[in-house]
């Protein structure tokens, strides 16, 4: 008697795991992926090289380091249209050595800056 209701018992608690299992993989496949959160921008959004510095050292000052990130990068990147019209310049008079140190500082800040944030996204996935 006491095989008996043990066996049962034991049918009982196997019945109950896989009514658990087979609600979790429903649940699981009902579940809906989270979305990403949306790439973070400098608030500006436009504007020059002094402006964009401006508004990233305010963001400094407020500890929003994603936003200030983001308009010190977009401030950079406003710069590289007057080193490549500087090199132009430079290139048309025929000083080709200042030509291409013009724009060889701007070039190797972007390659900095990109492998940087490549690393940064790595560690973060």
């Not at 496949?29 to 510095?53: F, N, R």
Request: aromatic share 8%.
């Amino acid at each position: 008697m006491y095989a008996r209701l043990s066996f049962l018992v034991t049918l009982a608690l196997l019945a109950l795991a896989n009514a658990q299992d087979e609600a979790a993989r429903e649940a699981a496949a009902t579940d809906t992926p989270e979305e990403p959160a949306p790439p973070v921008k400098c608030p500006l959004g436009g504007g020059g090289y002094q402006e964009l510095y401006a508004v990233g050292m305010l963001l400094v000052n407020q500890d929003k380091m994603a936003e200030a990130e983001a308009c010190f990068s977009d401030a950079v990147t406003t710069t590289i249209p007057a080193y490549r019209l500087l090199a132009d310049i430079t290139t048309s008079n025929g000083q080709y050595g200042r030509a291409a140190g013009a724009m060889q500082s701007p070039l190797s800040l972007l390659e900095q800056m990109q492998m940087r944030s490549y690393r940064g996204w790595q560690r973060l996935q």
